[in-house]
């Protein structure tokens, strides 16, 4: 797994993980009824976690399915 993120776009992902986990656990501290909390503060975990990894999958996956062939990027095939 090598990284495929840079590093500027790293310390942007740490940094928005932080303030999101930071500003999560605050508002389940107040509110403890949330039924999305959980969720979110495990979504702010993963950025914090793809900034230090320098890996993001969701851009492994983009990466992988648009494919070059003869000079021309290929997108997602769409059938209308």
Same mark, same amino acid.
């Given at each position: 797994m090598k990284p495929n993120i840079s590093l500027i776009n790293?310390?942007?992902?740490i940094t928005a993980g932080f303030s999101m986990l930071t500003y999560l656990t605050i508002r389940g501290a107040r509110n403890e009824e949330s039924s999305?909390?959980?969720?979110?503060?495990?979504?702010?975990?993963?950025?914090?976690?793809?900034g230090?990894?320098?890996?993001?999958?969701? %851009?492994?996956?983009? =990466? $992988? &399915?648009?494919?070059? %062939?003869?000079?021309? =990027? $290929? &997108?997602?095939?769409q059938n209308l």
């Open positions: 790293s310390m942007i992902r999305s909390h959980p969720f979110l503060i495990m979504m702010a975990s993963l950025k914090i976690a793809e230090i990894v320098r890996f993001c999958p969701l %851009t492994a996956l983009y =990466e $992988e &399915a648009a494919v070059e %062939t003869d000079g021309k =990027e $290929e &997108a997602w095939p």
